[in-house]
């Protein structure tokens, strides 16, 4: 399409996943410059009423805005004869197939990989499944809460404070990066295609994909086999691992070396004889770990953090400002890079803020050319497009 830029210009992908992980994994191949066309169902996809209270039309959800642009949403019923044929028009000139439906449901409406296959034999048909074939959990349902459960990543908060009530990390983690493996695996099958002619079915089981992403650093002493320590506590979860009060706000440092860290605690008024003193004091090193992060903190409270972050630059230590979920829309650097931006929908639902695509390309660039479309908004433009030019027939 012509409207399109990006390293995918030109790959047109069939979209017919709802809720979190598809749609973020479509939003990054849009972004990337395919054409997305959301298929949705009649009442849309549901992500679109989440947090509806506060949202200015019923279809437009806060999340979903941030999940669908450089999209056409196209409404069909695939429970109808004539959806399913439109579906099936639709296949034929696409690249790229991705849904995120149970096994059974989609093998019901029709459009397993084989049926897909026999449409356009060279589809990347990419998925999104709870559990992997074969598993005992194979074909159940799959939310996020549930992944963050199984995978393990529940017992994280309660190491940290005490609280011994397992809970998910407060956002939709697996979704996302389960997204995020969807996106490398249609990628990865688009390269193979390109260099052989031969599609193939991609599939992201998300428990799997999110225990692998998980683990890397929480297998600990059980990454040596036969294991040689127990599960616990390694670096990434120590809990000394916090921000620190300046005196007026948080910031995070990490001195990973010893003449990084005695510049820092210089600057905070605690020089190099002083900190000898303090450990000298202590019985073990156990100790001394504890007075040199109590140090640290000591002289994180003696400066803004303003004066940390330009002391962080002019003497090379890693500093940075700690920002609330408010602060970061103001954040400095995010603002200088105009990373958020107000873009306007339609005079119903107003503006929505956006935010930019993490990846800069130096030959083509990502762009955002459309904005999250209201439900149904292409139907027609789609369905005609289809019925008027006959190279898509
Ligand atoms: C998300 C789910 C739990 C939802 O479970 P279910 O509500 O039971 O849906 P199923 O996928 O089994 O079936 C989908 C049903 O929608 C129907 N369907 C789908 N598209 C259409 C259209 N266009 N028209 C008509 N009907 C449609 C389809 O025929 C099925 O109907 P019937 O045949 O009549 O059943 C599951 O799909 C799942 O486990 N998906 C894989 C992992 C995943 O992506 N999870 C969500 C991540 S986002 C997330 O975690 C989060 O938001 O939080």
Known sequence: MADRSGPLAGIRVIDITQFVLGPYATQILGDLGAEVIKVETPSGDR???????????????????QLNRNKRSVVL??????????????????????????????????????????????????????????????????????????????????????????????????????????????????????????????????LESFAGFLLVEHLHGHSYSP??????????????????????????ILAQDVDASDRYLALGGIDAAEVQRRYAAEPDGRGRVAAYHRMLAEAAATRTTTDWMDLGTKHSIPIMRVNSLESVLEDPHLTDVSFFSARPIDDEVGSYLAMAPGIEFSATPMAITREPPRLGQHTEEVLHSLNSDRSLA
């Open 47 to 65: 992500q679109r009423r989440e947090m509806g209270r506060i949202a200015p039309a019923e279809d437009v959800s806060a999340t979903f805005l």
């Open 227 to 252: 294991p040689r320590g127990k599960l616990g506590h390694p670096g990434a979860l120590t809990p000394f691992r916090k921000a620190l009060q300046t005196s007026d706000g948080y910031i995070m």
């Open 77 to 206: 019923d695939l429970k109808s004869d004539a959806g399913r044929e439109h579906l099936r028009t639709l296949i034929r000139t696409a690249d790229v197939f991705v849904h995120n439906m149970r096994p059974e449901a989609v093998e019901r409406l029709g459009f397993g990989y084989r049926e897909v296959q026999a449409i356009r034999p060279d589809i990347v048909y990419g998925w999104a499944c709870g559990f992997g074939k074969g598993g005992a959990y194979a074909g159940r349902q799959a939310f996020d809460d549930l992944i963050q459960g199984a995978a393990g990543a529940t017992a994280l908060l309660p190491m940290y404070d005490g609280n011994p009530d397992p809970r998910p990390i407060p956002t939709y983690m697996a979704d996302k990066v389960c997204g995020l493996m969807l996106v490398i695996g249609v990628q990865s099958a688009l390269l193979h295609r390109e260099r052989t002619g031969e599609g193939q079915e991609v599939k992201v089981p998300m």
